[in-house]
């Protein structure tokens, strides 16, 4: 009999992590993936795009569960699951990352009594204000297999307790599907800037729901703008919404603003760019993958690695921090990042591997 897996995505990040373990899970013909949709993220360029350029061509279910506050986004996520995941009986459920539709997905198979993965498991950033830290701890405290990406996370798994056995070092999935994009983008990528530009990328609620840090953020970039850098700004819409409502539109002129982007023009946009201002947490990862410099607008990160390895730099909201760095980008003189542990684009295949060993072994109990 096949045994199915239900695979929950929700935001944009979702996506792109979900699409390679779609992929391997076609070498094993007796596993049946469904995949279902919360729709929290709901806007086309949030979504829509990111299914069509992997060829995810169908959602099994779609839950349409959109935005509201925290409790209203999770509890609307929590009912609409319920129901599917009865309905359907996995034999296991699969959530990627941290966001409110990973926690959603976890915390309801587990309430039905069904198995759970967590691919990219033991991150912390040990700041609880931060709602993806919160969600991360849940989702991997009530997970039966953990995938993790980076070697500090199976640390942090086992000083929380976590069963040696559970945790499976397995690579980066979001590398794999960045791979899959990468070489196929390249090709077509027309445009050369005559100016250097670097690459901003802003919507962590800490940088964009308060008006004076936005403020404070807008007059360093302002002065990034001034070295002669174009700073192209793929905005998010939260912070969209943000800037309009505190009338900011004026400090943000310097930037070119741009809607966001589908995977593709983003990745193939970094990889030409001098360096990245961000404050996501993917794409530290992906920035250090493609060896460009990359400044996290943060105090802490949860992918540490990054940091010790790779090309990223915490930075904060520190303008002196900030600008000497883009002076030692810009002079030659940044770190240039070294190659990172099974980011090697087979990093889902490992896990759909370990998911068929796993209910192997279950259906042999
Ligand atoms: C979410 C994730 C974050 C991830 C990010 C990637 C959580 C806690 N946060 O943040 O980890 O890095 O996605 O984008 O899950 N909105 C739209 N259209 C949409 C979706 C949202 O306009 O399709 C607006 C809504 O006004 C909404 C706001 O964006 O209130 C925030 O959306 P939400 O899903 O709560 O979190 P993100 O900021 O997108």
Redesign the pocket.
């Known amino acids: 009999m096949k045994k199915i897996i239900a695979n929950i995505v929700?935001?944009?990040?979702n996506i792109m992590k979900i699409a390679p373990i779609l992929k391997a899970y076609k070498k094993y013909p007796h596993l049946k993936p469904v995949i279902i949709h919360t729709g929290?993220?709901?806007?086309d360029?949030?979504?829509g795009v990111f299914l069509r350029e992997f060829g995810i061509s169908k959602l099994d279910y779609h839950l349409n569960v959109?935005?509201?506050s925290?409790a209203e986004?999770i509890g609307e996520t929590l009912k609409a699951l319920e129901q599917t995941l009865q309905n359907i009986r996995p034999d296991l459920v699969v959530v990627v990352?941290?966001?409110?539709?990973?926690?959603a997905g976890a915390i309801t198979a587990k309430h039905l009594g069904l198995h759970v993965a967590h691919v990219e498991a033991g991150l912390r950033s040990f700041d609880l204000t931060m709602?993806?830290e919160i969600?991360r701890m849940i989702v991997d405290r009530i997970s039966d297999l953990l995938f993790v990406t980076e070697k500090d996370a199976s640390a942090n798994l086992k000083k929380e307790g976590v069963a040696k056995k559970k945790i499976h070092f397995v690579g980066n999935v979001m590398i794999d599907a960045l791979q899959y994009i990468f070489p196929k983008r390249k090709e077509k990528n027309g445009r050369i800037r005559s100016r250097p530009f670097a690459v901003l990328t802003l919507?962590?609620?800490s940088n964009v729901d308060d008006k004076h840090t936005l403020q404070k953020i807008a007059s360093i970039l302002k002065k990034v703008a001034q070295m002669g850098i174009e700073v192209i700004f793929p905005v998010?819409?939260?912070t969209k919404?943000n800037i309009e409502t505190f009338y900011l539109q004026n400090q943000f002129r310097d930037l070119t603003i741009v809607p966001p982007l589908s995977y593709g023009q983003f990745i193939t946009l970094i990889s030409d760019a001098r360096f990245v201002l961000t404050d996501?947490?993917?794409i530290q990862e992906e920035a250090s993958w493609l060896r460009i410099p990359c400044l996290t607008m943060r105090k802490n990160t949860e992918r540490p690695i990054t940091v010790k390895k790779g090309t990223n730099t915490l930075v904060d909201l520190h303008e002196d921090v900030i600008l000497a760095n883009v002076k030692k980008i810009m002079g030659g003189r940044y770190k240039k990042g070294q190659r990172l542990p099974l980011w090697d684009g087979k990093a889902a295949e490992r896990v759909v591997k370990k998911i068929n060993d796993y209910l192997r072994y279950q259906s042999t109990r």
Not at 10 to 13: E, I, K, V
């Open positions: 929700g935001a944009r990040p929290q993220h709901y806007d360029n949030l979504s959109g935005s509201g925290w986004q990352g941290d966001v409110n539709s990973t926690l709602p993806e969600n919507h962590r609620p998010h819409p939260r919404k996501s947490g993917g």
